[in-house]
């Protein structure tokens, strides 16, 4: 038996220039950081005597007799992948719902595949990881999905990661530092109350791409400043907070499915008592809202949005593991 955990992220900057169709001729930066909210991935070889040869639970239950009648498309397309035809057991569980905004699928791709190289006995690293996830999710699936989110899963830690042509590369920022760890103790995460399909919203961003053009630059030009001032600011919060709400600007002019009234009112709310920066995480049209707020604000927050979810986090720094390793089950 094999237990992955792999954590959730935030993503700061650069949401949506991490998509191929954008990198691969285009500059794109990235800032995200994991969180201590972890998805489970449970494998192990399942005994001979079952009727059926793979059985999955995740939030419904799958046997059956042959690779291609799995329904789950992540596990399907990775054990083709892989090449894995042996008898199979699949347990998911997660410490927060899918589509919820935090890279929950590219979790559990990185987390899955992680377990099935370590039931092959086989080291992978983690940039390696990363790409299999990539590969999986983008070419096999056919999610419309970005890049920074399989990285961020991988690698863990605050990560600035930098697209280009078919490759990238990651600078990870350590989570001691005075800035990274300011930022740590100044978020308050708020569920908006509904969730919502990820792949679908980014569809409609690059239906448009020649007229978002402008747009990814300045997001671009945004995450660029973010990198300067995590280096260089006496005052994180306030500058973080200010290029924090240009992003949510321009995200909201890629489509008009990022958002709606209910979001700009929760986002309004918190900016009227002691947030000082805010935007939707993931996609947008759901999932969480990340507020920035001087700590001292963030109990007042939290009041007046007692009738939500919210989430304080810490940032975690391990990516990917392997937390279980059991060849006797």
Known sequence: MIISRTPFRISFFGGGTDFPIWYKNNPSKVINVTINKYCYVNVRKLPPFFKYKFRLRYHKTEEVKLIDKIQHPTVRESLKFLKYNDRFEMIHNADLPAQSGLGASSSFSVGLLNCLHALNNKYISKKNLANHAIFVEQNLVKDYVGSQDQVAASFGGFNIIDFYGNDYKVKQIPLSYKNVKKLQESLLLVFSGFSRSASNVEKKKFKKLSKNISYFNEMNKISH???????????????????????????????????????????????????????????GNGGFILFLTDQKNISKLKEKFSDKLCLGVNFDSTGSQIIYFSENE
């Open 225 to 283: 400043a973010a990198e300067n001032i995590i280096y260089s600011s006496k005052n994180i919060i306030s500058d973080f907070a200010e290029l924090l709400n240009k992003q949510w600007y321009y995200k909201k002019k890629l489509t008009e499915s990022v958002t709606n009234p209910a979001i700009d009112n929760l986002i309004k709310l918190g900016l009227k008592n002691g947030a000082e920066g805010a935007k939707i995480l993931g996609a």
